[in-house]
């Protein structure tokens, strides 16, 4: 009588433990490339969304502004600001535009702060109360250039703001151009 062995030989069991490393390793990476993507995609989303805001709070702003500061005008070619820093004076209330009262106006500044952050503060005229606000946050690394695009009307002021979700990774990089009307000013002398 011929008896069967029923089970595994030490080479099976080998071959059958490198099989599923490799299986485990291969499902490893898979979620390690789908979790690399969603987290780039969400950043990427993060910086569009902030930078989408930091654009509409220049332009809400720029409807009412009555005076820009002289040292934001555009007065050389090429028609950039070197510190991109602008500033202007517009109303508190921008849904309350009054332009020939200016006891409720606030001088706005648009600027990158010394820790990287889009910063836009905000003086009243009257009070001198200061309020500053982040627009774009630091680990997005924002930029932010002002510059008049010549032969636009005086009062046309383009903004550009670039900011990069994970640092070092060119797929997460943003960047927005819009251009404003100032219609109570202009920003070129």
């Not at 600001?81 to 409720?104: Q, R």
């Not at 383009?158 to 994970?166: P, R, S």
Request: hydrophobic residues 40%; glycine residues 6%.
């Amino acid at each position: 009588m011929i008896r069967k062995e029923l089970g595994l030989t030490l080479v099976e069991l080998i071959i059958a433990i490198v099989l599923c490393g490799v299986a485990m390793a291969a499902a490893m990476a898979g979620y390690n490339f789908i979790f690399a993507q969603t987290k780039a995609n969400m950043e990427r989303g993060n910086a569009g969304l902030q930078i989408a805001y930091a654009l509409e709070n220049i332009h809400l702003h720029t409807l009412s502004a009555v005076r820009v500061e002289n040292t934001s005008l555009f007065t050389e070619i090429p028609l950039k600001l070197s510190e991109n820093t602008f500033c202007f004076e517009g109303e508190e209330d921008i849904y309350n535009i009054t332009p020939n009262k200016y006891g409720d106006n606030s001088v706005y500044c648009y600027y990158i702060d010394g820790q990287g952050n889009l910063i836009r503060n905000a003086t009243n005229t009257t009070s001198l109360e200061v309020v500053n606000e982040t627009l774009v946050d630091s680990k997005y690394n924002p930029q932010i250039l002002f510059s008049y695009v010549f032969p636009n009307e005086p009062n046309v002021l383009t903004v550009l703001i670039n900011a990069t979700g994970i640092a070092g990774r060119p797929d997460t990089q943003v960047s927005r151009r819009e251009s404003m009307n100032f219609w109570f000013t202009n920003v070129k002398e």
